[in-house]
């Protein structure tokens, strides 16, 4: 299985900075890769897909980059609803696999 | 609005069964591959199954084949989870999951809780 490692494991910023949360798999996963929002007691949603293309709906303060094995996921001008979880998804291969996540807070 | 909105979770001994079920609505069911993704408590996210438009191709990770079996009704616009022989490892909130063109989950359910302990 391709194991996704993501950091940091959390994470503290202030309103308005931008963030960057990493993702490394263990091996080429050739842009397939998606990141989720996960609101504290609320199902995950899509943010990104194909490693850079923004999901219907979601703002355009998020953006997504990398190739190979390594991808982040951007957040600019951070808000107060950002505070969630944000957790990648590798589907190159089966099984999908996720990353353990990444606990954003406002500082 | 693509909904999704899963049920039959609960507690349920070791060893037992119990069939979580998705109604989903708000797109065309049959066009569209879907999945079950869980969550254990405080944990993060693992995929358990995946099925075609028709049904007619499944799968599954190592942990759940051969226990759990994912089927789908179109004409109902539904999605089942049977899981059988249950383990404590199994206790998680289920998310069903309409996957996007490839093996990304574009939109999730709220989930329902199973607690697998005696």
């Known amino acids: 299985d391709i194991q996704m490692t993501q950091s940091p494991a959390s994470l503290s910023a202030s309103l308005g900075e931008t963030v960057t949360i990493e993702c490394r798999a263990s091996e080429d996963i050739y842009n397939g890769l998606a990141w989720y929002q996960q609101k504290p007691g609320k199902s995950p949603q899509l943010l990104i897909y194909n490693a850079n293309s923004l999901h219907t709906g979601v703002p355009s303060r998020f953006s997504g980059s990398g190739s190979g094995t390594q991808y982040s996921l951007k957040i600019n001008s951070l808000q107060s609803e950002d505070v969630a979880s944000y957790f990648c998804q590798q589907y190159y291969d089966y099984p999908p696999t996720f990353g353990s996540g990444t606990k954003l807070e406002i500082k | 609005e693509v909904q999704l909105v899963e049920s039959g979770g609960g507690l349920v001994q070791p060893g037992r069964s119990l069939k979580l079920s998705c109604a989903a609505s708000g797109f065309t069911f049959s066009n569209y591959y879907m999945a079950w993704v869980r969550q254990a408590p405080k944990k993060g996210l693992e995929w358990v199954a995946t099925i075609s438009t028709s049904g007619s191709r499944t799968y599954y990770p190592d942990s759940v084949k051969g226990r759990f079996t994912i089927s789908r009704d179109n004409a109902k616009s539904s999605l089942y989870l049977q899981m059988n022989s249950l383990k404590s490892e199994d206790t998680a909130t289920y998310y069903c999951?309409?996957?996007?063109?490839?093996?990304?989950?574009?939109?999730w359910g709220q989930g329902t809780l199973v607690t697998v302990s005696s």
């Open positions: 999951a309409r996957r996007g063109n490839l093996n990304w989950f574009a939109y």
